[in-house]
């Protein structure tokens, strides 16, 4: 059964400050997902990652993929309020379907 | 494209009552999920279909849920009779296996449940 773990669950980070978010899973997969949820919104689409050492930056979010370690990661640098949100990782299952982890959330103070 | 569509967006109803959610998804998308998210659980997959045919409905909590998809472009999910641990937000999103978007799933805006 194809797992997902993420950590931390919740980030309290102050602006200008650099951290990382990590997305373990547990069997092998070929694409990797990021989402983004602000407080009472729906889940909106970051980041698609689909082969071993894909990275790709938007703005201050950087993800990356090591499909042999099976481990994403999502480094945010120089934080800022505006990205204060919660995060999830989602790993692609066998039959089309997605596979979440319970997600980060993320809180950016001044 | 317009997106994934929602309806009703808030639903109050009283216990024991039916409720009826509805979900058109992206045209063109093969695959339809219906999640339910709330702050005890967190998002959980209830059912999803590709091409109209239910692939696993193991998500779904009990018999008093049904979801249906009688054509590509329209789901519903039915709640009889509903229950005050029932409300939640339930997301629908679909989904193209294709070269573009690589199953990348695409969330409507969520239709928030109160059952009082």
């Known amino acids: 059964e194809l797992k997902v773990e993420q950590n931390p669950l919740f980030l309290s980070m102050q602006e200008g400050k650099n951290y990382t978010i990590y997305c373990n899973y547990s069997?092998?997969?070929?694409?990797l997902y990021w989402y983004r949820q602000d407080p009472g919104k729906s889940l909106e689409s970051l980041f698609v990652?689909?082969?071993?050492?894909a990275v790709k930056q938007e703005g201050r979010l950087m993800a990356s993929l090591d499909t042999k370690a099976r481990l994403s990661t999502l480094h945010i640098t120089a934080a800022v309020h505006d990205l204060s949100a919660t995060y999830f990782c989602?790993?692609?299952?066998?039959?089309?379907?997605?596979?979440f982890g319970k997600g980060t959330k993320l809180s950016v103070k001044p | 494209d317009a997106g994934v569509i929602q309806s009703p967006r808030h639903e109050v109803t009283e216990m024991g009552q039916e409720v009826t959610l509805r979900c058109k998804p992206i045209s063109g998308h093969d695959y339809l999920f219906w999640y339910r998210q709330t702050m005890m659980r967190g998002l959980e997959l209830l059912i999803y279909?590709?091409?109209?045919?239910?692939?696993?409905d193991s998500g779904m909590p009990e018999d008093r849920f049904s979801a249906k998809m009688p054509n590509a472009s329209f789901s519903t999910l039915k709640i009889q009779p509903s229950e005050p641990r029932d409300s939640a937000v339930y997301f629908c999103a679909s989904s193209d296996p294709g070269q573009g978007t690589y199953n990348e799933q695409f969330f409507g805006p969520g239709t928030r449940l109160t059952v009082l």
């Open positions: 989602a790993v692609g299952g066998s039959q089309g379907n997605l596979i």
């Open positions: 069997t092998t997969s070929d694409r």
């Open positions: 279909f590709n091409n109209n045919v239910p692939i696993d």
């Open positions: 990652l689909l082969s071993n050492g």
